[in-house]
């Protein structure tokens, strides 16, 4: 599997570190119900199949959102976490 | 049919021409007492106790591929019970237990060899912290003997005790730890409780799940409409995708761990070897291959195989253990799918629909799992109360805070384990 930085291209996966689902990017509001704060830390969709992640290329110290199928490792498309908000 | 040695030498003299299928392969009866969801060994195990332990025979185990093709056909076969937070330490030890008489009790050779697990430790901090380790399974009941270095010398002689990086200060043996025939596990228990009376329904995959009223009636398959009071989600890396039927989402995410097997050698390897801080463990099966894995992949995975970079890892971790395997050939790599918790520890529990039960969480320890982990799920089912030695597997833990049961210490989040 390679994935490709969007500021350096398509790398080896050594290169990455995997954080989990880019659900991480929609952090609860400070004083949210816990039940939010308990799905965001625990709960998961766990797809089989597309899928959205969160990644970090070591190398260049940067955050990215990865379009990857989690039945046959394909990535589709990878992008930085401002587009991936836009 | 009962197995004997009689039988066997019997067999010998007929040209093996009396056996037969071990277990039927019955049509689904419209209604079950019971339908288990997964043929694995969790879901196997567990219709084998509630035919065992609570006269439930009218039950329905629901398998899509064929029995034992999963993770219990797919792991390093260990046993262990060296668990040091309660919760896990009582449910481990008594799994344990029941793996000592599991042959007789199954009367299926399942090949379970106490040899010895040797966890490796490279530093003084480290010494203390399995120190303190081998005393809870001690007050547990269980056995464990503090080695130094010249000790696992004794044992393993072959190590590279002068690593430069992790040089070798001594092991933690846990003497009844060993090994298991892991496809005699799910074949064991696949005939005890077809003999019980227990339908084992292959190539019937479950395609919904109906409550009515909070309350579970049944379930939908490709072999049509099945009946039942009671239904438990026992589908390790799929439950994700069979809890979503039941409208639940889980603290669950599925990740890939890979092992590997070498071409079969004499005798070497007379132990189960952890080198936990190289991410690597090593036993030799009874064909003579050397059977070892690592560390999970660290991305969510479905596809039962894994990348390059995690076996090149697991390779260098066994060089520099015991640089002596170089010459070995591996034969083979496969991938398991593990149902990661958040902390590590796995869940059986009820769920907030009435009579429908969950069980999975296993990250990459569910083999060793398997006879205590049916004994509670069956004891759950049949009596909708928690067996005592899982009564901390609860579903709610991670909502919560409470009992948590983080065993490496990493804290309670997806990804660390």
């Given at each position: 599997?390679?994935?490709?930085?969007?500021?350096?291209?398509?790398?080896?996966?050594?290169?990455?570190?995997?954080?989990?689902?880019?659900?991480?990017?929609?952090?609860?509001?400070?004083?949210?119900?816990?039940?939010?704060?308990?799905?965001?830390l625990h709960i998961r969709d766990n797809p089989a199949g597309p899928?959205?992640?969160?990644?970090?290329?070591?190398?260049?110290?940067?955050?990215?959102?990865?379009?990857?199928?989690?039945?046959?490792?394909?990535?589709?498309?990878?992008?930085?976490?401002?587009?991936?908000?836009? | 049919?009962?197995?004997?040695?009689?039988?066997?030498?019997?067999?010998?003299?007929?040209?093996?021409?009396?056996?037969?299928?071990?277990?039927?392969?019955?049509?689904?009866?419209?209604?079950?007492?019971?339908?288990?969801?997964?043929?694995?060994?969790?879901?196997?195990?567990?219709?084998?106790?509630?035919?065992?332990?609570?006269?439930?025979?009218n039950v329905a185990v629901l398998e899509k591929g064929y029995l034992?093709?999963?993770?219990?056909?797919?792991?390093?076969?260990?046993?262990?019970?060296?668990?040091?937070?309660?919760?896990?330490?009582?449910?481990?030890?008594?799994?344990?237990?029941?793996?000592?008489?599991?042959?007789?009790?199954?009367?299926?050779?399942?090949?379970?060899?106490?040899?010895?697990?040797?966890?490796?430790?490279?530093?003084?901090?480290?010494?203390?912290?399995?120190?303190?380790?081998?005393?809870?399974?001690?007050?547990?009941?269980?056995?464990?003997?503090?080695?130094?270095?010249?000790?696992?010398?004794?044992?393993?002689?072959?190590?590279?005790?002068?690593?430069?990086?992790?040089?070798?200060?001594?092991?933690?043996?846990?003497?009844?730890?060993?090994?298991?025939?892991?496809?005699?596990?799910?074949?064991?228990?696949?005939?005890?409780?077809?003999?019980?009376?227990?339908?084992?329904?292959?190539?019937?995959?479950?395609?919904?799940?109906?409550?009515?009223?909070?309350?579970?009636?049944?379930?939908?398959?490709?072999?049509?409409?099945?009946?039942?009071?009671?239904?438990?989600?026992?589908?390790?890396?799929?439950?994700?995708?069979?809890?979503?039927?039941?409208?639940?989402?889980?603290?669950?995410?599925?990740?890939?761990?890979?092992?590997?097997?070498?071409?079969?050698?004499?005798?070497?390897?007379?132990?189960?070897?952890?080198?936990?801080?190289?991410?690597?463990?090593?036993?030799?099966?009874?064909?003579?291959?050397?059977?070892?894995?690592?560390?999970?992949?660290?991305?969510?995975?479905?596809?039962?195989?894994?990348?390059?970079?995690?076996?090149?890892?697991?390779?260098?971790?066994?060089?520099?253990?015991?640089?002596?395997?170089?010459?070995?050939?591996?034969?083979?790599?496969?991938?398991?799918?593990?149902?990661?918790?958040?902390?590590?520890?796995?869940?059986?529990?009820?769920?907030?629909?009435?009579?429908?039960?969950?069980?999975?969480?296993?990250?990459?320890?569910?083999?060793?799992?398997?006879?205590?982990?049916?004994?509670?799920?069956?004891?759950?089912?049949?009596?909708?109360?928690?067996?005592?030695?899982?009564?901390?597997?609860?579903?709610?833990?991670?909502?919560?805070?409470?009992?948590?049961?983080?065993?490496?210490?990493?804290?309670?989040?997806?990804?660390?384990?």
């Amino acid at each position: 599997m390679r994935l490709t930085c969007p500021h350096c291209g398509e790398r080896d996966l050594r290169e990455f570190a995997y954080k989990g689902d880019a659900l991480a990017l929609s952090r609860p509001e400070a004083n949210a119900e816990l039940q939010a704060w308990h799905e965001y830390l625990h709960i998961r969709d766990n797809p089989a199949g597309p899928t959205r992640e969160l990644w970090y290329h070591t190398p260049c110290g940067s955050w990215m959102v990865a379009e990857r199928d989690t039945a046959t490792h394909a990535v589709h498309r990878t992008m930085t976490p401002a587009e991936a908000t836009k | 049919m009962r197995y004997s040695g009689f039988k066997v030498f019997l067999e010998g003299l007929r040209g093996q021409s009396g056996w037969k299928p071990v277990w039927r392969d019955p049509e689904p009866k419209p209604v079950y007492d019971v339908v288990i969801i997964g043929g694995g060994g969790h879901g196997l195990s567990t219709a084998y106790y509630l035919a065992k332990n609570h006269g439930l025979t009218n039950v329905a185990v629901l398998e899509k591929g064929y029995l034992g093709g999963g993770n219990v056909g797919r792991n390093t076969t260990i046993v262990r019970a060296n668990y040091f937070l309660p919760g896990n330490s009582e449910f481990y030890s008594h799994s344990m237990k029941l793996w000592e008489g599991l042959a007789a009790d199954l009367n299926y050779n399942v090949m379970h060899s106490q040899r010895g697990l040797i966890n490796l430790f490279h530093s003084d901090g480290q010494r203390d912290a399995f120190a303190r380790r081998g005393n809870a399974m001690i007050n547990q009941g269980d056995d464990a003997v503090l080695l130094d270095r010249e000790g696992v010398r004794s044992y393993l002689p072959y190590l590279d005790f002068d690593n430069p990086r992790f040089p070798v200060y001594g092991g933690l043996l846990h003497p009844r730890g060993g090994t298991a025939r892991h496809d005699a596990v799910a074949w064991g228990y696949a005939r005890g409780a077809d003999r019980r009376g227990v339908d084992l329904l292959q190539q019937c995959e479950v395609t919904g799940i109906d409550i009515e009223g909070g309350q579970v009636t049944g379930v939908q398959t490709t072999r049509g409409p099945i009946k039942a009071k009671k239904v438990a989600m026992i589908a390790a890396g799929r439950s994700g995708q069979v809890a979503a039927m039941a409208g639940m989402r889980l603290p669950i995410e599925s990740h890939v761990l890979q092992a590997f097997v070498t071409e079969g050698l004499k005798p070497v390897i007379d132990h189960v070897i952890s080198f936990g801080m190289g991410h690597f463990y090593i036993s030799q099966s009874d064909k003579g291959g050397l059977v070892f894995g690592g560390d999970l992949d660290f991305y969510a995975s479905y596809a039962q195989r894994g990348n390059l970079p995690m076996a090149e890892h697991v390779m260098e971790a066994g060089m520099a253990l015991m640089p002596m395997i170089g010459q070995a050939r591996v034969l083979r790599s496969w991938g398991g799918i593990m149902d990661m918790s958040p902390d590590g520890s796995p869940i059986i529990d009820r769920t907030a629909t009435k009579g429908l039960y969950l069980n999975c969480g296993w990250c990459y320890g569910g083999f060793k799992a398997v006879p205590a982990s049916g004994f509670a799920t069956a004891h759950l089912i049949a009596t909708d109360r928690p067996h005592e030695t899982a009564a901390r597997f609860r579903l709610d833990r991670f909502a919560t805070g409470r009992g948590l049961m983080d065993e490496e210490g990493t804290g309670a989040q997806h990804n660390l384990h």
